[in-house]
């Protein structure tokens, strides 16, 4: 988080002068205390400024990450003066068909620019929206973490900040408005940083969550009943390849996040990373062996069984979406699992319904 | 030191026992929570039970309060309370004085009782379907010298009189002592009893205790807390005595002699005035909070904080914290969650509030400790019932401070100002100390570093129907989810 230089606590606000400073009180219909009034204007001696503060004094900007030092990446330049050459070698080609055009006739020449334009036009479109795309995910990912450390060191400057940048995140989407509303109020009172990153879990996010798990869900209830009736096994693969992709996608997007095809491929990196470090089995471990060790998956014709494994993929790859997704940790919440999911597939067969109970029941192993 | 006898002990037990066995019958109806709300006096009780049930019946702004913020909370009013023969609190004259008179509530002088019902929405299905969606709080409001009378249950004549006395002779205390001891010293005790010698060893005993109590010195271990405040007992005999010299207490005293006189009023006092008040209120609480106005004490000094933490630690030894099994909880009552709370948390900046828990918890230490080895569930906060103030930064002389605006009391003084209750001021009270035993060693001399005023309470916005606004407070929300969270689940 911080680097070595800072003080460990990483709590800026907390600083103060070393020396002691002594209690003071000035009046506020005193002539020599200025109320509110405009920070630039200079002092005379004698005179007091006393601005109240509503949300919190000092506007301390969170902490951000450190970035590794990396050694000379020889494989970026190789792409780079490749990139370079290909570009150049396009852009000849170009200019050749151009000038072709015009020696052939004129009004051919003059559309081909038109073309040329329009083409160049695009890419400019396709370039910035990948840049923005990629901005975005960065930013929640730095809400992400400064949300993290807020809750961990109870910080109330980097919480505060966290929040602010994640309502600005959610300006454009008027079905956060309420909660954006009552963030706003809460930021106004003396409440800690943890408490304030739970009250944005509440407030703000749980709506989204509750609309990410159904994403899943629909994913999850598609793929195990298109592996269940498809005739080949390639159909199935892409189908599941297919909706895992399009999880991610539409998850990213419900918490904010616009990925191009950069981002996009970020973003399935991350999920990927996400799903190695968890295992992502924890839950879903427990869940396989109860349903198939109960012996569920066998009276189930095979295809059927083989529906379940796939759906349960999906299912873990879309909670891993969320965690990656989610621009806040889970901290109050707990986390959607496996099971949360799939209990939605097994809604009419009660006994897959009680298995579930019990591996919902069971303590949840920590990762 | 002699202990309580055993017989007497273990008829207080039963009936413990016997009482809780019909408030269990009560409880299958309609469950309550005794919320003990404990603190010295002018800690904060009665604005603390004040904005709690402002707070809960108006539906304020509770955030961190699980069951108010998902609206889960029907409804909340007040019920008749379950003890007729104790006056009710009286909460709307208390909202009624702070709101349109901006005057806090007067210093409580009696006993009072409430009970608030709430009717929820369990979060949890198996509840919601077996559960009642209602709750009994049951509150208690009382005067806070009273607390001070718990430690004495297990003391006899003998002890009181040592430990008294030995208060007395330090040296911090020395100067308002004198006139009482000068009266000790020309009391003989084992001359013939005589009311005039009774009488004036009481009163100046009681002056004595009224003297430290005072702002300046701000002590808190001063029993017995009825000589403070007397409630109807104004000149009853059991109020009529004084600790004296152990030295002349030596054997028992002779029959008719002033010692066995003071002895027996003790004895009287304690069976008749302490043992019901601490039976019929503190015997069987289910959750506590413990109030502790730390701030008044920092003004005061190192030696006030010493005897506030003293005071706390004997007081905190009478209640039983701890969990019971489902099995015997018929039986018996423990308190299983113990909230600390620094109160008046709005009279300084909140960058200050981290510092002033790390007080409040190094203050009352052995209490948390001891709670904590039972199994009870502890926390710390720093809070306000009622915020009375607003934050601000100050810029004097080139130098930036964080502070806090409000309306001091009539009388309050800052570096030799005195206010009169109608101006606003902006006050920088001083820096707090990141290590709380700073504030804990240092001798009188020193002059304390930091300086807090008593501000009025805020001025509220009424809406064009008159309906008032929520009471604006700090970490209320916090508390009372610790407090009746789990209940209400």
């Known amino acids: 988080m911080t680097g070595p230089d800072h003080p460990p606590d990483g709590a800026a606000h907390r600083r103060r002068p070393d020396r002691e400073r002594k209690p003071a009180a000035f009046r506020l219909d005193d002539a020599r205390v200025r109320l509110d009034s405009d920070a630039h204007e200079a002092l005379t001696r004698g005179e007091t400024r006393v601005v109240p503060t509503g949300a919190t004094a000092p506007r301390q900007a969170a902490a951000t990450p450190e970035r590794s030092p990396r050694g000379v990446s020889w494989g970026r330049w190789l792409t780079i003066g490749l990139g370079g050459l290909a570009s150049l070698a396009i852009g000849l080609s170009i200019d050749a068909l151009i000038r072709d055009l015009f020696a052939r006739t004129d009004w051919l020449g003059w559309l081909a620019v038109a073309l040329a334009g329009l083409a160049a036009m695009a890419l400019l479109g396709l370039i910035l929206r990948e840049v923005t795309g990629l901005l975005r995910l960065k930013k929640i990912d730095e809400i992400r973490t400064s949300l993290t450390a807020a809750a961990e060191d109870d910080d109330d400057a980097t919480a505060r900040a966290g929040l602010r940048q994640l309502i600005a995140l959610y300006r ?25 990153v739970i009250l944005a879990e509440r407030d703000l996010l749980k709506p989204l969550d509750a609309r990410a798990l159904r994403i899943v869900n629909d994913s999850v209830k598609r793929v195990s009943l298109v592996t269940a009736i498809s005739p080949r096994a390639v159909l199935d693969l892409a189908i599941v390849l297919v909706e895992n992709l399009r999880i991610m996608r539409r998850i990213s997007a419900l918490y904010g996040g616009r ?38 998956a066998a009276r189930l014709s095979a295809r059927l069984g083989e529906g379940v494994i796939n759906g349960l993929l999906t299912a873990r790859v879309g909670i891993a979406a969320i965690e990656v997704c989610r621009p806040a940790p889970f901290i109050a919440a707990r986390g959607p699992n496996v099971s949360d999911v799939m209990g939605e597939l097994f809604k009419g067969d009660p006994e897959a319904q009680a298995l579930l109970e019990e591996a919902k029941a069971a303590p949840p192993r920590k990762d | 030191m002699a202990q309580r006898n055993f017989l007497s002990r273990l008829g207080d037990e039963l009936r413990y026992s016997l009482d809780n066995l019909t408030e269990t019958v009560g409880d299958l109806a309609v469950p309550t929570v005794r919320l003990g709300v404990t603190g010295l006096s002018r800690a904060g009780k009665t604005v603390f039970i004040t904005a709690l049930i402002h707070n809960l019946v108006n539906g304020g702004r509770l955030p961190m309060f699980d069951a108010s913020a998902e609206g889960r909370i029907a409804r909340a009013a007040l019920e008749p309370q379950p003890d007729d023969d104790v006056p009710r609190f009286d909460v709307e004259a208390h909202v ?54 718990l430690p004495l249950l297990e003391k006899d004549f003998r002890s009181f009189c040592e430990e008294a006395l030995a208060r007395a002779r330090d040296p911090a205390r020395a100067d308002v002592a004198a006139p009482f001891l000068a009266a000790l010293a020309a009391a003989d005790a084992r001359a013939e009893a005589a009311e005039p010698t009774a009488r004036l060893l009481a009163s100046r005993y009681t002056d004595y205790l009224g003297a430290c109590r005072a702002d300046e ?6 029993p017995p807390g009825r000589f403070l405040m007397p409630g109807d007992l104004e000149g009853s005999p059991a109020l009529t005595f004084a600790p004296l010299d152990p030295a002349t207490l030596e054997g028992s005293p002779r029959p008719g002699s002033l010692a066995a006189m003071m002895e027996r009023r003790f004895e009287a006092y304690k069976k008749h005035i302490v043992r019901p008040f601490f039976r019929d209120h503190f015997a069987r609480l289910d959750r506590q909070i413990v109030l502790v106005d730390a701030l008044n004490a920092l003004n005061a000094g190192p ?40 109160t008046k948390a709005d009279h300084l900046h909140r960058a200050d509030h981290d510092r002033l828990e790390a007080i409040l918890k190094r203050t ?23 915020r009375a103030t607003r934050e601000a930064s100050v810029t004097h002389d080139g130098e930036t401070m964080p502070a806090i605006l409000g309306t001091p009391l009539p009388g309050e003084r800052v570096n030799g100002d005195t206010y009169d209750g109608n101006t606003e001021i ?49 970490r209320l929300d916090r508390a009372l989810q610790f407090l009746i969270g789990d209940h209400l689940a």
Not at chain 2, 217 to 222: G, H
Not at chain 2, 323 to 331: A, E, K, N
Request: net charge negative.
């Open chain 2, 364 to 386: 009352v230490a052995r209490a948390i400790e001891r709670a904590e080895y039972s199994g009870a569930d502890v926390d710390a906060l720093a809070l306000a019932a009622i």
């Open chain 2, 217 to 222: 010195r701000a002590l808190s271990m001063l």
């Open chain 1, 172 to 196: 454009e989407r008027p079905e956060t408005a309420r909660g954006r509303r009552a963030l706003t109020d809460h930021l106004g009172e003396v409440i800690d940083g943890r408490d304030l």
């Open chain 2, 96 to 149: 009624e004085t702070l709101l349109n008179e901006r005057l806090w509530p007067q210093s409580t002088r009696r006993i009072s009782e409430l009970r608030l019902t709430i009717e929820f929405e369990s979060a949890s299905l198996l509840s919601r379907t077996l559960g009642r969606g209602r709750l009994h709080l049951d509150i208690v409001d009382y005067p806070g010298e009273w607390l001070l009378d």
């Open chain 1, 259 to 296: 990925p191009g095809v950069f981002g996009f491929l970020r973003l399935a990196r991350h999920v990927a990373a996400h799903l190695a470090v968890t295992g992502g089995m924890a839950a879903g471990d427990s869940l396989v062996s109860q349903l198939l060790g109960h012996g569920l």
């Open chain 2, 426 to 474: 902006a006050l920088f009270p001083g820096d707090l100390p990141d290590d709380p035993e700073e504030v804990f060693a240092g001798s009188e001399a020193r002059n304390p570093p930091v300086r807090f005023v008593r501000f009025r309470p805020p001025a509220l916005q009424t809406t064009a129907e008159g309906a008032t606004l929520s009471l604006p407070h700090i």
């Open chain 2, 303 to 342: 030696a006030a904080l010493r005897d506030l933490e003293a005071a706390l630690a004997e007081i905190l030894a009478a209640f039983r914290p701890g969990r019971v099994s489902r099995l015997f909880s018929i039986f018996t009552r423990r308190i299983d969650r113990i909230l600390f709370a620094a």
